[in-house]
């Protein structure tokens, strides 16, 4: 019913800023919030931001104050602003919504931090 689709990552040097973009479509109306995770190979997903319908924030402690969880609802798409990237921010980025019921994923996007 929910389809996601990530993009924007890339390479990018340590120090660096890169922004992810989400695209919902389907049966949007029914998205309770939506978040952005990320897995390193041979480590577990972590939640790295959320944001509710209406509006509430929640960031992994890991990324306060160098990452911004934003949407633009004219367009159903969530964004990632990441800057000040580390090379223990590579990985690959999910963006994941909660519907009634339901759980969607997309099929994530890859980001590496390196010199």
């Known amino acids: 019913q929910v389809q996601l689709v990530e993009s924007g990552g890339g390479l990018v040097q340590p120090g660096g800023s890169l922004r992810l973009s989400c695209v919902a479509s389907g049966s949007i109306a029914s998205i309770n919030a939506m978040g952005w995770y990320r897995q390193a190979p041979g480590k577990k997903r972590d939640l790295v931001a959320t944001?509710?319908?209406?509006?509430?924030?929640n960031y992994a402690d890991f990324v306060k104050g160098r990452f911004t969880i934003s949407r633009d609802n004219t367009k159903n798409t969530v964004y990632l602003q990441m800057a000040s990237l580390k090379p223990e921010d590579t990985a690959v980025y999910y963006c994941s919504a909660v519907a009634v019921l339901y759980r969607y994923w997309g099929q994530g996007t890859q980001v590496t931090v390196s010199s």
């Open positions: 944001i509710t319908s209406g509006g509430s924030l």
